[in-house]
């Protein structure tokens, strides 16, 4: 029975010559043909080589198209980056130039930069009587109004103008302390106000054009 049963299995399966087959990766659709085997004189067609050589050309195609669509995508993202350089090169002259014709109000910032100096300076040894003197008690004081128009001047985003906010916000803050005697509140404010005048500095870029900062 055991014999029988393998002569027959034998007899199910293809002969080693007729179950081979070849084939060759087309690189056009009109160029490939799938080679055929021969048995018993009876030509057939390996499937194998049909599946095989149409999945390579298939997937070929799609590759050269996705490889085409990121070389698109990537020249278009080359193009925004480069817009936007350029849009931000004009916005910089135009800014630089605008600074150069007011030599004014970047006087008004400077004298800022000294004036901070001198009330941190005050405040850091516990004399309010003179950081008092050189800020002053209202924020209607003549050297507040003269930054104040310099900062919004020169302050053409959101941004800095959210900086030139919290800027007034943090020195009204500190001529109150600085009125009561609160030396805490008054060390506070005065960092607040310091980093906030220095932020804006670095948004509007005239944090090259002031000395001693």
């Given at each position: 029975?055991a014999?029988?049963?393998?002569?027959?299995?034998?007899l199910l399966?293809?002969?080693?010559a007729?179950?081979?087959?070849?084939?060759?990766?087309?690189?056009?659709?009109?160029?490939?043909?799938?080679?055929?085997?021969?048995?018993?004189?009876?030509s057939?067609?390996?499937?194998?080589?049909?599946?095989?050589?149409?999945?390579a050309?298939?997937?070929?195609?799609?590759l050269?198209?996705?490889a085409?669509?990121?070389a698109?995508?990537?020249?278009?993202?080359?193009?925004?980056l480069?817009?936007?350089?350029?849009?931000?090169?004009?916005?910089?002259?135009e800014?630089?130039?605008?600074?150069?014709?007011?030599?004014?109000?970047?006087?008004?910032?400077?004298?800022?930069?000294?004036?901070?100096?001198?009330?941190?300076?005050?405040i850091?040894?516990?004399?309010?009587?003179?950081?008092?003197?050189?800020l002053?008690?209202?924020?209607?004081?003549?050297?507040?109004?003269?930054?104040?128009?310099?900062?919004?001047?020169?302050?053409?985003?959101?941004?800095?103008?959210?900086?030139?906010d919290?800027f007034?916000s943090?020195?009204?803050?500190?001529?109150?302390?600085?009125?009561?005697?609160?030396?805490?509140?008054?060390?506070?404010?005065?960092?607040?106000?310091?980093?906030?005048?220095?932020?804006?500095?670095?948004?509007?870029?005239?944090?090259?054009?002031?000395?001693?900062?």
């Open positions: 029975m014999v029988l049963f393998l002569v027959n299995a034998k399966l293809p002969s080693a007729s179950a081979s087959c070849s084939y060759s990766v087309p690189t056009q659709i009109g160029s490939w043909k799938p080679k055929t085997a021969s048995s018993s004189g009876t057939f067609v390996c499937r194998r080589s049909v599946f095989w050589g149409l999945t050309l298939i997937l070929g195609k799609e050269r198209i996705d085409a669509n990121a698109v995508l990537e020249a278009e993202d080359d193009q925004d480069l817009d936007k350089v350029m849009r931000d090169r004009k916005k910089r002259l800014r630089q130039g605008v600074i150069r014709s007011s030599t004014q109000e970047t006087g008004y910032l400077q004298d800022l930069v000294y004036r901070l100096s001198k009330i941190g300076q005050a850091e040894k516990n004399d309010l009587d003179a950081a008092s003197s050189v002053g008690s209202t924020k209607d004081s003549e050297w507040l109004k003269n930054v104040n128009a310099a900062l919004y001047k020169f302050s053409s985003s959101e941004e800095e103008k959210t900086e030139v919290a007034n943090s020195v009204v803050g500190l001529m109150s302390s600085v009125s009561v005697n609160d030396i805490e509140a008054s060390k506070i404010a005065f960092v607040a106000s310091a980093n906030a005048f220095e932020k804006w500095t670095a948004l509007s870029g005239l944090v090259e054009q002031l000395k001693g900062l």
